[in-house]
């Protein structure tokens, strides 16, 4: 897995604390790839029984990581490394990126145990206690529906809710999380001294101290007044009362030096003790950077859950959707639209209608038509995020509900099922195809070349990858490039302007346009008929 690290001059380091994965990059100065590493959360660290990285719990809504799990991951990640031969002592400044939305609680005392970390031992030992709860809530969890109602009840509503936070009430979203848990487990939560997001308490441990959290992923809580860059007081009454703001510290521009690696860092690895930490952020603000997204472009990525992104100037929430503060230029934004059902629902019709095979799966999607002889299929087998439905529902080309396909025809119906039902969210968010506009896509999938043509059609935009398909991994490194003080001052494209650009992968069937702009229009229905048949 580990590339060999072949190295000179000094490196910038990006770590990517995914839901299924730990992963790093690591660049040089002139923004080549020297190394990449992984460990696998469920393969490699089976004591924690994780699947997909995650628990879920018996009422199918809860879903968990533990936090040791990631320390964890992290010794082994370093120890990888080294064995490798990656040279810390050239490493000039890191920074990382998280799935969004996950919290940690810190128990009382753990901030002194991360100040007095000693090199002999690994980081999982010496913190083995000091976590509230060890189990924390992540993205998928769907448990907080109660919570999210009053939420907006105490603000005026859903729509005032995003106006100020960017995002109407989100069951993940990290407020109505830390509702929940002050409730359900008051005596874990009144053991706890912080609050860290997955992306803050990965900053913490190489900082030996609590990090503050960065604009972009504190715009995942509905806690954050995305305009002024404080906390919302009247989110922070309605999540958890006054106490909360101590909790959580101030968050900071995604760009702030939050200091040096502590002296762990420096005994254990051999780091110096002059590499700065660059505030970690959400992975796809980090996407946005390591895919250097331009207005125009649409980012979509492909990994356990399938995300859209676009960059904004103005912040204009609406009901459906999020909008983050930009972590590239905190005085902008960022749009995202995030969908559960995406890699683990592929995986499930590979294995079922293509042998368990990437490639039977592709060639099912090469032997069919484009548009499908008008099947069309929602699939969501877990509650979808964007629409709040759930179930698999199959259509015939007169919309009649069918219970099955050929394998063939259901691999179709899934993929374009999905790209459809990007391309209308997305579409009501505002956006629109320009000329010149790109899709750029990253995340697992994106190295599937038969997915990118159907998202390439279905978008009717020609399709473009990256070399490195980890963009938030890869965006972390460039994060940790432009944060380092030899580069103070210089913007982030300045920084970044001889990074490799993305390359052309597809480009659109000329039936495209034909086909789906009416597919379309069909889905669309046919989504809202779904919505009406489930009920609210
Ligand atoms: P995350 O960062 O969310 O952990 P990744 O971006 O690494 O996830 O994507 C992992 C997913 O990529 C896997 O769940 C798998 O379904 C998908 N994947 C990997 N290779 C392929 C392929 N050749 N075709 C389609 N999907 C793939
Ligand atoms: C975004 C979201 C997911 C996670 C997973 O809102 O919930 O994309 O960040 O990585």
């Given at each position: 897995m580990a590339a060999a690290a072949h190295q000179e001059g000094e490196l910038y380091l990006g770590f990517d604390f995914s839901t299924q994965q730990l992963k790093v990059v690591a660049i040089d100065q002139d923004l080549n790839v020297i190394h990449q590493n992984r460990v696998h959360f469920d393969s490699?660290?089976?004591?924690?029984?994780?699947?997909g990285g995650v628990h879920v719990g018996a009422d199918g809504l809860t879903v968990t990581s533990p936090a040791l799990m990631w320390v964890k991951a992290l010794d082994l990640l370093l120890e990888q490394m080294q064995e490798a031969g990656v040279d810390f002592s050239t490493v000039r400044a890191l920074s990382g990126s998280a799935q969004q939305h996950g919290s940690v609680y810190w128990k009382n005392g753990a901030g002194l145990t991360l100040g007095r970390l000693r090199g002999e031992h690994g980081l999982s030992q010496q913190l083995q206690d000091c976590f509230s709860v060890r189990d924390c809530p992540v993205w998928m969890d769907s448990s907080t529906g109660r919570q999210c109602r009053r939420l907006q009840e105490a603000v005026g509503g859903a729509a005032q809710l995003a106006e100020i936070t960017g995002s109407r009430a989100y069951e993940r979203f990290t407020g109505s999380q830390i509702c929940k848990m002050r409730k359900e487990r008051a005596q874990e939560f009144g053991e706890t001294e912080r609050i860290s997001l997955v992306s803050s308490f990965a900053a913490s441990l190489f900082l030996g101290d609590y990090a503050a959290m960065d604009y972009g992923d504190a715009s995942g809580m509905n806690l954050l007044d995305i305009r002024s860059k404080k906390w919302s007081q009247a989110c922070l009454e309605a999540a958890a009362g006054p106490g909360l703001e101590r909790l959580l510290g101030t968050p900071l521009p995604?760009?702030?030096?939050?200091g040096n690696v502590s002296p762990y860092w420096v005994n254990r690895f051999g780091f110096s003790d002059q590499c700065s930490v660059v505030a970690f952020t959400g992975d796809n603000p980090a996407s946005l950077a390591g895919m250097r997204l331009r207005e125009g472009d649409l980012a979509v990525s492909l990994g356990t859950s399938d995300t859209l992104f676009v960059w904004l100037r103005h912040a204009r929430p609406a009901l459906e959707g999020h909008v983050f503060v930009n972590p590239v230029d905190w005085r902008q934004f960022m749009a995202l639209l995030c969908f559960k059902n995406g890699s683990l629902t592929r995986e499930r019709l590979r294995n079922r209608c293509a042998g368990g095979s990437w490639e039977g799966f592709s060639a099912a999607l090469r032997q069919t038509?484009?548009?499908?002889?008008g099947y069309v299929g929602f699939y969501f087998d877990v509650r979808e995020i964007t629409p709040p439905a759930v179930g698999v529902h199959l259509f015939d080309a007169e919309d009649k509900e069918v219970s099955s396909l050929s394998a063939e025809a259901e691999v179709r119906a899934l993929v374009e099922g999905q790209f459809l039902s990007r391309r209308l969210h997305a579409e009501r968010l505002g956006y629109s195809v320009v000329p010149g506009s790109r899709v750029l896509a990253t995340g697992?999938?994106?190295?599937n070349k038969d997915i990118l043509q159907v998202l390439c059609d279905v978008m009717n935009v020609p399709v473009y990858t990256m070399d490195v398909s980890d963009s938030a991994c890869l965006g972390a490194a460039y994060r940790a490039l432009h944060g380092a003080p030899e580069a103070s001052g210089e913007s982030f494209f300045d920084v970044l302007k001889n990074a490799p650009e993305a390359r052309l992968a597809v480009t659109p069937h000329p039936e495209a346009q034909r086909v789906y702009d009416e597919m379309l229009r069909r889905y669309a229905r046919l989504e809202k008929r779904v919505l009406r048949e489930l009920g609210p």
């Open positions: 490699q660290l089976p004591e924690f029984r994780t699947e995604s760009a702030s030096v939050l038509p484009l548009g499908n002889h697992g999938a994106s190295r």
